[in-house]
């Protein structure tokens, strides 16, 4: 009961807009275009995660979640990640579902909750169901394509920036309303 009432409090949260909307030409995806709720696309690209001198995860059967406002999130099948690297820990918080996080370990380089998954996500989520998102500012690189990616700012977010995408993103300071 608490996970619906905290769900339902975060579905009907005013939202804002910010000023100023970069301006987008043909090659380019605005955040602001994106729906709200959230949705699941399918990814045409490969998807490659790298942690210290390993890739972790290489798929070409990911997929992406959008939401107004935010870079995507990247999820990955299971069976396209080196999971024998990955340690699941008690964290856990609400989005598409009650999130559970991940910790990587390679050699003596630890990263801690540095992915997340849905073990039951949410009616519309299906698709991320048994796939894996990764941080992508606590791995040490992210590949759409041979397209390296930024980071969303804030230690809440794990959407990944890459050339194409124009914003302002949600991450920046005062843009929790967004």
Not at 82 to 95: F, K, N, P, V
Not at 127 to 142: E, M, Q, R, W
Request: glycine letters at 8%; a negative charge; one cysteine or more.
């Amino acid at each position: 009961m608490k996970y619906r009432l905290e769900r339902k409090k975060w579905q009907e949260l005013k939202r804002e807009r910010p000023e100023q909307i970069d301006d987008t030409n043909i090659d380019q995806e605005s955040v602001w275009n994106y729906p709200r709720p959230p949705r699941v696309e399918v990814v045409s690209e490969t998807i490659r995660v790298d942690f210290n001198g390993l890739v972790i995860a290489n798929s070409n059967r990911a997929c992406r979640v959008i939401e107004t406002a935010n870079p995507p999130c990247y999820y990955l099948p299971f069976e396209d990640i080196r999971m024998e690297y990955l340690i699941l820990g008690d964290l856990t918080s609400l989005c598409e579902g009650i999130a559970q996080y991940w910790s990587i370990q390679v050699g003596e380089k630890y990263s801690p909750n540095a992915a997340w998954f849905y073990r039951k996500p949410e009616k519309g989520f299906e698709g991320i169901k048994d796939h894996l998102a990764f941080f992508a500012g606590k791995v040490d690189g992210c590949y759409v394509g041979n397209t390296p990616v930024q980071p969303q700012s804030g230690d809440y977010y794990g959407g990944w920036i890459t050339p194409n995408l124009t914003g302002p993103f949600k991450g920046e300071p005062r843009s929790e309303l967004w």
